[in-house]
């Protein structure tokens, strides 16, 4: 059975652990930017990028709804836990330093320049999938 917490196409990134599953609503992600949150008992940052589009909406790639990339870190560098936002200009503000920070977790300009974050591998896929996978999994924002 699908389940109907969301959409069956609806897109999500995926964590998973050997015990628990959680899923991100790409529409959720587009319009915050930025999700904090802690997953397996580490602080983690989703960060959202608008430009990138589906494969699937239309004959070409490039006219296709743009669906946007995700990237998951943890949200430390140097021991320091960080808190972010997303400036509108397609990259994201630490508060504690003021650096600015690329979709690739790479701190590109201000005190914490040439730093990367440490990324968590998770899985963007449309939701009938994960949640046939991970049937028991949470919905973040539910």
């Known amino acids: 059975?699908?389940?109907?917490r969301l959409p069956a196409v609806e897109r999500v990134a995926g964590l998973t652990t050997e015990t628990t599953a959680r899923a991100y609503p790409f529409p959720l992600l587009a319009e915050q930017g930025v999700v904090e949150d802690e997953f397996a008992g580490r602080p983690i940052v989703l960060f959202h990028k608008a430009g990138v589009s589906s494969a699937l909406d239309a004959r070409q790639i490039s006219q296709g709804k743009d669906v946007?990339?995700?990237a998951v870190y943890e949200r430390t560098?140097?021991?320091q836990a960080l808190s972010f936002s997303a400036d509108g200009k397609g990259t994201f503000i630490?508060?504690?330093?003021?650096s600015t920070w690329n979709i690739l977790g790479e701190a590109i300009a201000g005190p914490l320049a040439g730093t990367r974050l440490t990324e968590i591998i998770h899985f963007d896929h449309f939701w009938f999938a994960w949640a046939a996978f991970f049937p028991q999994t949470?919905?973040?924002g539910e």
């Open 1 to 4: 059975q699908p389940d109907p």
């Open 68 to 70: 946007g990339a995700v």
């Open 77 to 79: 560098a140097d021991g």
């Open 94 to 98: 630490d508060s504690q330093t003021q």
């Open 138 to 140: 949470e919905l973040y």
